[in-house]
């Protein structure tokens, strides 16, 4: 089955500084990859996606980038703000979406002030 | 639309009782989905249907687990017996099942504790 990893697993920027979040997976099958942010004692919330089609997906502060050769996609968030801080999980599904997804083990983002 | 409804949001419980979490995915979603949370293991997905009709429960811990969905408005989640190791939060999401809009929703979740 598909395998995500995901680092670093804590990840502390400054206020206004840019935050990467890198995840690679192992079945090249798969052709949907989401990005969730969850908040402390909250649900986890899409904030973005990318497809199999697409390198590069861009949305105001956030983008995600696929290297489907490499089979790693990575999480960009620029000008990092204090409502940024949460725990961000990376994942992957070969049905785009119709399956269950398979997580990261997901990264602590800090932003110090 | 009140999004996924999951409940009780709380249960504690001890060891050997049975336990029966409930859902409601998002009206029009033809995909549910069953995670569980913890530290040590963090998100995994245990069972999902398409059209009420289970797919994949590979990631069903053990036969203590099952899940049912009788109607495409309604899924259920029991484990009996109940172990101290089920402790976790238990998610429910829906989504559109592969169409173009893939997002699936999660639930407030339900955290679990057995004593």
């Known amino acids: 089955g598909e395998n995500v990893e995901q680092h670093p697993s804590t990840l502390s920027v400054q206020e206004g500084d840019s935050a990467v979040i890198k995840c690679t997976y192992s079945?090249?099958?798969?052709?949907?990859f989401p990005w969730y942010k969850q908040e402390l004692g909250k649900r986890p919330q899409l904030i973005i996606d990318?497809?199999?089609?697409?390198g590069e997906k861009k949305d105001q502060r956030i983008a995600v980038t696929l290297n489907k050769t490499a089979k790693h996609f990575s999480l960009h968030i620029t000008e990092t703000q204090p409502e940024d801080s949460a725990v961000y999980f990376c994942?992957?599904?070969?049905?785009?979406?119709?399956?269950?997804?398979?997580f990261g083990k997901g990264t602590h983002l800090i932003i110090q002030p | 639309d009140a999004g996924v409804i999951q409940s009780p949001r709380h249960e504690v419980t001890e060891m050997g009782q049975e336990v029966t979490l409930r859902c409601k995915p998002i009206?029009?979603?033809?995909?549910l989905f069953w995670y569980r949370q913890t530290m040590m293991r963090g998100l995994e997905l245990l069972i999902y249907?398409?059209?009420?009709?289970?797919?994949?429960d590979s990631g069903m811990p053990e036969d203590r687990f099952s899940a049912k969905m009788p109607n495409a408005s309604f899924s259920t989640l029991k484990i009996q017996p109940s172990e101290p190791r089920d402790s976790a939060v238990y998610f429910c999401?829906?989504?559109?099942?592969?169409?173009?809009?893939?997002?699936?929703?999660f639930g407030p979740g339900t955290r679990l504790t057995v004593l």
């Open positions: 009206s029009g979603h033809n995909s």
């Open positions: 994942a992957a599904d070969t049905e785009g979406g119709a399956d269950g997804l398979t």
């Open positions: 079945d090249s099958a798969s052709n949907y």
């Open positions: 990318i497809r199999s089609n697409v």
């Open positions: 999401a829906s989504g559109s099942g592969g169409g173009p809009n893939n997002e699936q929703f």
């Open positions: 249907f398409n059209n009420n009709v289970p797919i994949d």
